[in-house]
């Protein structure tokens, strides 16, 4: 008998990706890469050596970038494709 595939949840996945390089884009068509440092239940974001970036050209640099969760419209994992 073959057991049911194990069910991954978006909120586990992004915790196990924290201090790890994402790609956030935002609903508003703006995107910063950096590395996660945290993330809470609501899917807010601290992002540190984050760069914005625009049609695909880094546009800014900043130390820290705090994202909220409903302006998100995905998370990529730079390790996961």
Sequence with gaps: M??????????TTLQKGVNKKVTVRLKSDIEYKGKMNNVDSYMNLI?????ELSGGKVVANYGRVIVRG????FIKLENEL
Excluded: F, G, H, Y
């Design 2 to 11: 073959s057991q049911p595939p194990t069910q991954k949840r978006p909120l």
């Design 47 to 51: 992002m540190t050596d984050a760069e």
């Design 70 to 73: 409903n302006n998100v419209l």
